[in-house]
């Protein structure tokens, strides 16, 4: 079996949401496909009505499929603050034409303010790996993991895009969606996560700088965030960066023409043009732009976010020795 499904851009790329049927009859959520994680978590009729500003819910009492599991609960916070938690159904999915049965589905009962706020976003879908999965007693496998058996081929790729719909594979490559050839690098999943490291970096023309950067593929991050050192050497070359404490980030003049960033991976490099490191204005007036390259300070490794991944097509290999395949679009 294989599926495709479509990923649509929110708020300057923030995130991407792709819509996931769940339960009989198809209850339809947009949700947040999220490498980064490993929970599929849904608003749903168990979450405090004013919790829900504008979000679609799942309601498992509609669906003649659904099936409590019984004494489960789940809970999880994310790097950036926000949390959610509550209880487990599980119900059959269908993502792009490819259903799986008897899937975890945790129904929040609470979500951070920052959910409540994302009134495009019902909830995420985790595809990382099932070792991380928050629920207890008995901890649940991702989509990914319960697709497998089914899937053609043991993969799925992210073929996030700037600015307009990408689409996310399940089962299969598409050879026809990147240029040249596809680099596989090896996965740390130890943590959980699909961990990598970039054997070095360059900035605008410039030559490679063989400073590694180790980090996750995380399509639920919005920006590249890595080591002070980098973000130091890529702002130098704008004359008008600068720190921002009150954004906590470097900032530019919104007008500005900024380079581009280049990571390697294995013996090739994938090339993020300037704009996309242009991410979104901090003011209203829209003089000041939040830079897309920030510091990974204080989280332990480095983030490949959207910034990174959408001038790849990414291969998430998740056969008996799970790697990363980059090519360039
Ligand atoms: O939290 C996330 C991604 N997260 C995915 C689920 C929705 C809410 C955002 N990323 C993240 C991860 C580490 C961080 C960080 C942000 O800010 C500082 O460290």
Redesign the pocket.
Known sequence: ATGSVVATPAQYDA?YLSPVSIGTPAQTLML?F?T??SDLWVFSSETPKSSVQGQTVYNPSKSSTAKKLSGATWKIS???G?SSSGSVYTDKVTIGGLSVSNVAVESAQKVSR?FTAEADLDG?LGLAFSSINTVQPTQQKTFFDMAKPSLDSAVFTADLKYGKAGKYNFGYIDDSAYNGSLTYTAVDSSNGWWMFTSPGYAVGSGTLDSTSITGIA?T??TLL?VPSSVVTTYYKQIRNARYDSSQAGYVFPCSTSLPSFTYAVGNSQIVIPGKYINFAPVDSAGSSCFGGIQS?E??GFS?F?DVALKAAFVVFDGSQSPRLGFASK
Do not use: N, R
């Open positions: 995130e947040d999220d980064g994680s994310y790097g950036d926000s920052e995420l995380d639920g991050t965030l990974d204080g989280i983030i976010g």
